[in-house]
């Protein structure tokens, strides 16, 4: 089955730019949704198809995709973003659909 | 406005089983794709089924023959069935919707529903 790895950490101080990987084979090929997810709450759609944003989410958060990894980018990062973030995609190759998640980055604001 | 809500998590011994609910607003179950996604205690998110608006029906591998993912039409609400339980089916459960052509995630979710295998 297909795997996406992602690193479990990320620090970055304030107004700076965070960027949170998700490495899979050839996902450039593939759709990478994105979704942040607070303590003690249910997962929030950030990024959909590699890089559109959701009513509602800030321009700060972008997407791309490209070859082997996926990145999503955090600009003038906030204290308010300190979160999980999770990469996922849509996979067809096995016998049935599967939804494919990275493991998770916690992003640290500094 | 979209909304789900579920329902029905506790705790249950070994072997049990336990049905979860997941009451919609805002739009059609029926009409959708739904899912159910959970997160074991200080882990990541997993993939656990699907239904299909036409009605298929698809698990991991990790619940196969154990869960079942069912709607009920009239009262827009998804449910899942979940028999044989073990301790490492231990997580919250959330139920959300299915979006996407082709290239499927998941834009809406509930709060969850916490449910504990253990004697």
């Known amino acids: 089955s297909y795997v996406l790895t992602q690193p479990p950490s990320v620090s970055v101080a304030p107004g700076k730019t965070a960027r949170i990987t998700c490495g899979g084979n050839n996902i450039g090929s593939k759709s990478v949704h994105w979704y942040q997810q607070k303590p003690g709450q249910a997962p929030v759609l950030v990024i959909y198809?590699?890089?559109d944003r959701p009513s509602g989410i800030p321009e700060r958060f972008s997407g791309s995709n490209s070859g082997n990894t996926a990145t999503l980018t955090i600009s003038r990062v906030e204290a308010g973003d300190e979160a999980d973030y999770y990469c996922?995609?849509?996979?067809?190759?096995?016998?049935?659909?599967?939804?494919?998640f990275g493991g998770g980055t916690k992003l640290t604001v500094l | 406005e979209v909304q789900l809500v579920e329902s029905g998590g506790g705790l249950v011994q070994p072997g049990g089983s336990l049905r979860l609910s997941c009451a919609a607003s805002g739009f059609t179950v029926s009409s959708n794709y739904m899912s159910w996604v959970r997160q074991a205690p200080g882990k990541g998110l997993e993939w656990v089924s699907v239904?299909?608006?036409?009605?298929?029906?698809y698990y991991a591998d990790s619940v196969k023959g154990r869960f079942t993912i069912s709607r009920h039409n009239s009262k827009n609400t998804l449910y899942l069935q979940m028999n044989s339980l073990r301790a490492e089916d231990t997580a919250v459960y959330y139920c959300?919707?299915?979006?996407?052509?082709?290239?499927?995630?998941?834009?809406?979710w509930g709060q969850g529903t916490l449910v504990t295998v253990s004697s």
């Open positions: 198809y590699d890089s």
């Open positions: 239904i299909y608006s036409g009605g298929s029906t």
């Open positions: 959300a919707r299915v979006e996407g052509s082709g290239l499927y995630y998941f834009d809406y």
């Open positions: 996922q995609v849509w996979d067809s190759s096995s016998d049935h659909p599967n939804w494919v």
